[in-house]
């Protein structure tokens, strides 16, 4: 079995395979964006694929939405996983003159770098794991990643975590097969169009509320086929094959302009 | 008048701000971080901030939101640009072997590298006005990045827009003080929490039909504080001095366990 995640090898999306899928690492399969992980599970490369769906280090929530929307892929399973940024180094160093990381792990550690090394020079690049490898030669004194990035990579952890927020992030494993298996804790993700008149989404809402199901998240997207058309992807805790979720769901799709099931999922926390 | 943006120079908020303030560069400040533009705000070090809020290039719309919710800035108007990318050189080239760009970017332009640059390496770098630069210093053959990232540079456009996707990105102008400005199109953004139960968020915008306000925008985010509360970040048709938005904001404000004005601003789309 084959499993595609957004690499490269240290990458969080990485992690969660390697947590969920195990430590085969030959099965694994690393792609360079969001799109090659999508279309190697369309095109039959891989069986399965990880995607980051809310994250703020790896990828936005958009790209893969986007995904969800227009590809033939379903949700199987979400995992969560808790976000530790560490300062890592070749060796223990007197003096960091250059950090690399993803210009959003600085902001999260802002607190700490601002207070320990307000004279270094951050260099920004396009994730955490690439800024280990380029630490690892030696381009950097010092980076700022992940405990399994800084391994990956032979690096030294010499501080951490240094990240002031509590961060999780939210992954997807996708599948071209609907095969839904139920959890302890469900959830199913749904996609849907309303007319761009006031109170149409209300009237979504309401079939929710009248089958007392809890959504646990609502985003708003502008489809972009149609200019003031819109899409709202929501999450409802409860798998399909309850009554009040199944039934709501014939009536919301009955009811809405376009819809579509994502997928019906259990959520997996390693960390918690 | 001193303006912050999210830099560097040539970035899309660099290009936000120098269509909404002019050209004198002189009063722009660049910062490193969307942390770094909020801050420049509440320190009293610019007037006013552009930053991302809908934008897959630059940032993620949740570091724009997560800083409104916290600080005692305030959204005063809203630009929205169109996204094209070119590809661009030094000079006209028979071989291109290397590409720089931002991993969204290549992804946005997918179809015309697969194309056209098959066999090419493509380096992901954090930001596509930092691969316009790496390209300038020679250090890759060519970048993928917007036209005035190119001019900024020195860069030649050999191709574009060879992006596939119509994308606009949208940009907050953020100002310590609260001078709200009414346009042509207005928008209110709020942020309001409601208990973690079914039906709390049924209730709230049951409140905005009452009042036949047409939601643009609605997401919904846990709040970092209280695991299971939620946050809803509301965007609405219309300014604060229109007797439906003001008394509907009260309604809401008075039925929600925490409630936030964000901003009552004008929208601005110079390229339409």
Not at 58 to 68: A, F, N, R
Not at 84 to 101: D, V
Not at 129 to 149: K, N, T, W
Not at 215 to 236: C, H, P, Q
């Amino acid at each position: 079995m084959k499993v595609a995640y957004l690499g490269p090898i240290g990458s969080y999306s990485y992690e969660a395979a390697r947590r969920f899928f195990g430590k085969e690492r030959e099965k694994l399969i690393a792609c360079e964006t969001i799109d090659d992980v999508f279309e190697t599970i369309e095109e039959n490369r891989a069986e399965f694929g990880v995607v980051p769906v809310e994250n703020s280090i790896e990828g936005s929530v958009s790209t893969t939405l986007d995904y969800l929307l227009k590809s033939q892929v379903y949700i199987v399973k979400e995992i969560v996983l808790k976000v530790e940024h560490y300062l890592c180094a070749r060796e223990e160093k007197e003096q960091i003159l250059t950090i690399a990381s993803h210009p959003q792990a600085f902001s999260q550690c802002h607190d700490y770098l601002r207070k320990n090394f307000k004279q270094a020079k951050l260099i920004q690049v396009s994730s955490t794991s690439y800024a280990a490898r380029m630490c690892a030669e030696g381009e950097v004194d010092a980076a700022i990643c992940s405990s399994f990035a800084a391994r990956q990579n032979n690096l030294k952890i010499l501080a951490g975590p240094i990240n002031h927020d509590n961060n999780y992030t939210r992954f997807f494993i996708i599948s071209k097969n609907a095969n839904f298996e139920k959890g302890e804790k469900n959830k199913t993700s749904i996609i849907f169009s309303t007319y761009d008149k006031p109170g149409s989404l209300y009237k979504i809402l309401a079939i929710f509320n009248l089958y007392d199901l809890n959504l646990t998240k609502i985003e708003s997207r502008l489809a972009k086929t149609n200019l003031g058309e819109y899409v709202f992807f929501v999450d409802i805790d409860g798998f399909v094959d309850e009554e009040d979720v199944s039934d709501a769901l014939k009536v919301v799709q009955r009811k809405s302009t376009f819809f579509k099931l994502l997928g019906s999922y259990s959520v997996v926390c390693p960390d918690k």
